[in-house]
């Protein structure tokens, strides 16, 4: 699975950007593609995913403020981000798991940079 990830840029605090994610390949029917973030000297973190079934998950800080959506019939997700401040400033990551029963793969964008500046 190869993921495209695009949208970042520079914006002003409480400004507004939006994420674009587009998976190709091996995908498959049973799979759920969200966002990741990581900023300078800290872990990478979970920021919100979509499972292919419409479960949703955001992480506490950005609740409220970013909202996840897709498109499966172009195998694309988006992070809508609204409200930006500039703790969300880092490099956001599109994360693709394939399911195969039990099990599951992760393939990883190569990452798109986030600056927001106060």
């Known amino acids: 699975v190869q993921l495209q990830a695009s949208g970042g840029g520079l914006v002003q605090a409480g400004g507004s950007l939006r994420l674009s994610c587009v998976a190709s390949?091996?995908?498959?029917?049973?799979?759920?593609m969200g966002w990741y973030r990581q900023a300078p000297g800290q872990q990478r973190e979970l920021v919100a995913t979509?499972?292919?079934?419409?479960?949703?998950v955001y992480a506490d800080s950005v609740k409220g403020r970013f909202t996840i959506s897709r498109e499966n019939a172009k195998n694309t997700v988006y992070l809508q981000m609204n409200s930006l401040k500039p703790e969300d400033t880092a490099v956001y990551y599109c994360?693709?798991?394939?399911?195969?029963?039990?099990?599951?793969?992760?393939?990883w964008g190569k990452g798109t940079l986030v600056t927001v500046s106060s």
């Open positions: 390949g091996s995908t498959s029917s049973m799979h759920a």
């Open positions: 994360k693709y798991r394939r399911y195969s029963g039990s099990t599951g793969i992760n393939y």
């Open positions: 979509v499972s292919s079934g419409g479960d949703i």
